[in-house]
């Protein structure tokens, strides 16, 4: 995997740029949206992390964020219920799922609203794997490649027609393809990773090479290892 700032660099705007959950949980109302009776009565929150306990009618998200000044890890936690107006949404989709969508161990964005240390889920948006590498080999289909991680592991990409491609950095970026795609560089895929590691991209943001490839990869390289 790319290092954490690498990673950052490369998801950039594209996971903003796809239509469906998040955008949904962004347009969720503010507290200034609403009326002053409803702004008194509850406070509408946000929070993102990763599923620790789950029930039928509770979730616990655990949160990882850095302390400005120290920049240590500090984990929290916060716990909402989950009842019939909660509304489950995977990333990228804009249809709506049941709560047993939900597992441990998922990454996820919710909106909640807490009234008296009463928090309740209002919005959950399952969040894509991520998986970051270099490219290290394309298929003749035409739809799917390879990238080799950090750690030397190997994971195979699917694409389709709902694939978003784009390439360059996060403030100087465009719409890029599978065709444009080079052996050599830099990914970040945010997709659905399936039971035999095969992740279906939803997102490629891609980091150009042009004449460098990485290491020991021949740019002209266009089989799968």
Same mark, same amino acid.
């Given at each position: 995997?790319l290092n954490?700032v690498?990673?950052?660099a490369l998801l950039g705007?594209?996971?903003l740029? =796809? +239509?469906g %959950?998040t $955008?949904a949980?962004?347009?969720?109302?503010s507290p200034?949206?609403a009326?002053?009776?409803?702004t008194h &009565?509850e406070?509408?929150?946000?929070?993102?992390g990763?599923?620790i306990?789950?029930s039928s009618s509770?979730?616990?998200v655990e949160?990882?964020?850095?302390?400005?000044k120290?920049k240590?890890?500090?984990?929290d936690d916060?716990?909402?219920?989950?009842?019939?107006?909660t509304a489950v949404?995977?990333?990228?989709?804009?249809?709506?799922l049941?709560?047993?969508?939900?597992k441990?161990?998922?990454d =996820? +964005?919710? %909106?909640f $609203?807490?009234s008296n240390?009463?928090?309740?889920?209002?919005?959950?948006?399952?969040r894509?794997?991520? &998986?970051?590498g270099?490219?290290?080999?394309?298929?003749a289909?035409g739809?799917?490649?390879t990238?080799?991680?950090?750690?030397?592991?190997l994971?195979?990409?699917?694409?389709?027609?709902?694939?978003?491609?784009v390439?360059?950095?996060?403030r100087n970026?465009?719409a890029?393809s599978?065709?444009?795609?080079?052996?050599g560089?830099?990914?970040?895929?945010l997709?659905q990773?399936d039971?035999?590691h =095969?992740v279906?991209?939803l997102v490629?943001?891609?980091a150009?090479v042009?004449k460098v490839a990485?290491?020991?990869?021949?740019?002209?390289a266009?089989?799968t290892?």
């Amino acid at each position: 995997m790319l290092n954490t700032v690498t990673a950052r660099a490369l998801l950039g705007v594209a996971a903003l740029g =796809v +239509a469906g %959950g998040t $955008t949904a949980l962004a347009a969720s109302p503010s507290p200034s949206a609403a009326s002053p009776s409803a702004t008194h &009565r509850e406070h509408r929150d946000r929070a993102a992390g990763t599923i620790i306990k789950l029930s039928s009618s509770e979730m616990t998200v655990e949160r990882v964020h850095r302390d400005p000044k120290t920049k240590a890890a500090i984990k929290d936690d916060v716990t909402v219920e989950l009842d019939a107006s909660t509304a489950v949404y995977r990333f990228g989709s804009k249809d709506r799922l049941g709560l047993d969508a939900l597992k441990l161990g998922q990454d =996820v +964005a919710l %909106g909640f $609203t807490s009234s008296n240390n009463h928090k309740v889920a209002k919005r959950v948006v399952i969040r894509p794997d991520r &998986r970051a590498g270099r490219v290290v080999g394309k298929d003749a289909d035409g739809k799917s490649f390879t990238i080799r991680t950090r750690n030397g592991a190997l994971v195979h990409v699917t694409t389709s027609d709902k694939t978003r491609f784009v390439e360059g950095t996060v403030r100087n970026h465009q719409a890029g393809s599978w065709a444009e795609l080079k052996v050599g560089d830099r990914v970040l895929v945010l997709g659905q990773e399936d039971t035999q590691h =095969v992740v279906d991209a939803l997102v490629v943001r891609s980091a150009r090479v042009d004449k460098v490839a990485a290491p020991g990869v021949s740019p002209s390289a266009t089989a799968t290892p």
